[in-house]
């Protein structure tokens, strides 16, 4: 596991779903979009949030893989976007910019889309046109996908 993390930011399916709605919202007065490009796998379910509430229908997926659990590789693109040209008009969702990694890949593919996260650390923020909350660069957010529910040690045990 990476160093690079201080502190975990665990996020309920709940608070996910209220993000995504709020982001809905945000993106609302900025549409109408022809389309949705999900960056997999996180951005799958905000993306299907933001689909349901703008009623856009035709969804695409960008698939670049980066971490391995809390380490960050290389990327790699698994699947690019066919049909979507530069991006204009299109939306690209993901959950999370973080060092800006993916992020700078599928800007590369979508260059004139407009790029909407629900979460964003300050090395990644640049990249986006519009996020609902900010974390710090050394918290790891805990998506309800990633969890179970365990016992957790008080604070000062983990000191």
């Not at 993106?27 to 999900?38: D, H, K, R, T």
Request: hydrophobic content about 45%; proline content about 6%; glycine content about 8%.
């Amino acid at each position: 596991m990476s160093d690079t993390y201080r502190m975990d930011f665990p996020v309920s399916w709940d608070e996910l779903h209220r993000n995504a709605r709020a982001l809905a919202w945000r993106l609302s007065e900025l549409g109408p979009f022809e389309g949705i490009v999900a960056i997999t796998r996180g951005g799958l379910v905000p993306a299907a949030i933001v689909a349901r509430e703008l009623e856009i229908r035709l969804i695409d997926t960008a698939c670049v893989a980066t971490y391995d659990k809390k380490d960050m590789g290389d990327p790699s693109i698994l699947k690019g976007v066919e049909g979507a040209g530069e991006g204009e008009g299109w939306l690209i969702i993901d959950d999370l910019v973080d060092t800006g990694t993916t992020a700078r890949v599928v800007r590369n593919m979508l260059p004139k889309a407009h790029f909407a996260t629900v979460y964003a650390k300050p090395a990644g923020r640049p990249l986006v046109d519009t996020f609902i909350t900010e974390v710090s660069q050394d918290t790891w957010i805990l998506f309800p996908w990633d969890v179970a529910p365990v016992y957790a040690k008080p604070i000062k045990e983990m000191r």
